[in-house]
């Protein structure tokens, strides 16, 4: 089965969980968005809370802040060399039940 959120693309944006949170369980629109607004800010607390930033989450993957230190880099258009600067980047690793039921071995 195919999650859209009326796209066409197979693309499931957070109204479409909603949507799908509301139909699936029983509750309302708006208990369902919140329900889901709640999920996505505990998960947001949690990697911007954790010493390490990581996040698992049991059965799906883990979540994890890493730190990319700056570089040069390059237009490709121009060819300008510019300078990218640090950041912190969001990582995410795909349990190994999740990774076997992709590749049809878990099922």
């Not at 708006?30 to 989450?57: H, P, Q, W, Y």
């Amino acid at each position: 089965m195919v999650l859209q959120d009326g796209n066409g693309k197979g693309t499931l944006t957070k109204a479409g969980l909603v949507r799908l949170v509301h139909e699936r369980v029983g509750i309302t629109h708006r208990e369902a968005k919140l329900l889901v607004e709640e999920t996505l800010s505990i998960i947001k607390e949690a990697l911007l809370s954790t010493d390490d930033g990581r996040l698992k989450i049991s059965g799906f993957g883990s979540f994890s802040v890493r730190d990319k230190a700056a570089r040069m880099g390059q237009n490709p258009k121009t060819l300008e060399k510019i300078v990218i600067s640090k950041r912190r980047v969001l990582v995410f690793k795909t349990s190994q039940l999740l990774k076997a039921q992709l590749n049809g071995d878990g099922e």
